[in-house]
């Protein structure tokens, strides 16, 4: 049982590169979560999905998109990469009634954007 | 304002004594509180959560809810060097749907 799986680990891009990070859950769970983390700034959400099939916007959106694959998948496309968005991104995922259920984290991706 | 808000710290303690982590958040309809620990490049960690007004306990931890006065706190009993780690406080915040939403987190230090 894995967990919450991301890849890649590390990531090195060019300004104006494009590329998606990956994120799956193996749970059965129903809501899926990208977040970013910067010094000093705690998690930032991106982009939510509360079931398969739906996404939403979270606090920090431009300059990405989110496809719910299935209800085990969750991918976040960078089209253009910008400094700014050199970050760790964090994916997310809960089970259920999202009121009272904690989050599982997955380990991580480190992207920088030369 | 932010919707939670948490003193970045550091905290120092020395070995031994009790930490304080406090945390507030801006929504009253909330309902659900937590706990993470993050050590340093890792992912975060859940170490408690609470939904009723009061105190949980677990262990050296203890968690506290004031839902009128919007807090919630984290009480590190003996604390140990091992306890040195950034304490995020997460709400989850009504946007149409319950969203969970972190604070920017207290790093704590326990020193021998």
């Known amino acids: 049982n894995a967990g919450v799986t991301q890849t890649p680990k590390f990531q090195v891009l060019k300004t104006g590169q494009s590329m998606t990070l990956q994120c799956a859950q193996d749970?059965?769970?129903?809501?899926m979560y990208w977040y970013r983390q910067d010094p000093g700034m705690g998690l930032r959400l991106i982009y939510y999905?509360?079931?398969?099939?739906?996404?939403d916007k979270g606090e920090v959106p431009n300059g990405y998109n989110v496809s719910r694959l299935n209800k085990r998948e969750f991918s976040l496309r960078l089209e253009s990469a910008a400094p700014s968005q050199t970050s760790v991104y964090f994916c997310a995922s809960i089970i259920q009634g999202m009121n009272n259920q904690p989050q599982h984290f997955g380990d991580g991706t480190r992207l920088s954007i030369l | 304002q932010k919707e939670v808000e948490q003193n970045s710290g550091p905290l120092s303690v020395p070995e031994g004594a009790i930490a304080s982590l406090n945390c507030t958040y801006s929504?009253?309809?909330?309902?659900?509180f937590f706990w993470y620990r993050q050590y340093s490049g890792k992912s975060p960690e859940l170490i408690m959560f609470?939904?009723?007004?009061g105190d949980k306990e677990d262990g050296r931890f203890t968690a506290q809810l004031n839902k009128a006065s919007q807090y919630v706190s984290l009480l590190i009993r003996d604390s140990q060097p091992s306890d040195s780690a950034t304490y995020l406080c997460?709400?989850?915040?009504?946007?149409?749907?319950?969203?969970?939403?972190f604070g920017r987190g207290t790093s704590l230090i326990v020193h021998p």
């Open positions: 997460a709400v989850n915040i009504r946007r149409g749907s319950y969203i969970p939403t």
């Open positions: 609470i939904y009723s007004n």
């Open positions: 749970m059965n769970h129903n809501s």
């Open positions: 929504d009253r309809g909330s309902q659900s």
């Open positions: 999905s509360a079931s398969e099939g739906t996404t």
